[in-house]
């Protein structure tokens, strides 16, 4: 069973950097794929970013393509989101989530595993 623990987050001003990690219990790095979403007050939770199986690629939704990467360490198990040219918009509690599938897409449903979700508030 595949557990995710994030750390990172906190409050940052606007242009400013956070890094978010999730760590990766119950399954090896490079077979499973992992993805960060967001949930902002008062919407809807959307998709982040996701690298895939070690190797097979990565994905980025459009609005943090520029700003937002995404990698791992296979020693630590460890998979991590670095945030730069923070804006007020990126404010949302992050959560990390798993799924077994080489490539699970954007979609929620596809991921099985969830972190508990950590805060990240970008002010103004």
């Known amino acids: 069973q595949v557990q995710l623990v994030e750390s990172g987050g906190g409050t940052v001003q606007v242009g400013g950097s956070l890094s978010l990690s999730c760590v990766v219990s119950?399954?090896?790095?490079?077979?499973?794929?992992v993805a960060w979403f967001r949930r902002a007050p008062g919407k809807e939770r959307e998709f982040v970013a996701m690298r895939t199986y070690t190797g097979y690629g990565t994905d980025y939704v459009d609005s943090v393509k520029d700003r937002f990467s995404i990698s791992e360490d296979n020693a630590l198990n460890t998979v991590t989101l670095q945030m730069n040219s923070l804006k007020p918009e990126d404010t949302a509690i992050y959560y990390c989530?798993?799924?077994?599938?080489?490539?699970?897409?954007?979609?929620?449903?596809?991921?099985?595993?969830w972190g508990q979700g950590i805060q990240v508030t970008v002010s103004s």
């Open positions: 989530a798993s799924s077994t599938s080489i490539w699970p897409g954007r979609a929620a449903r596809s991921y099985v595993a």
């Open positions: 119950g399954r090896t790095l490079s077979r499973v794929a």
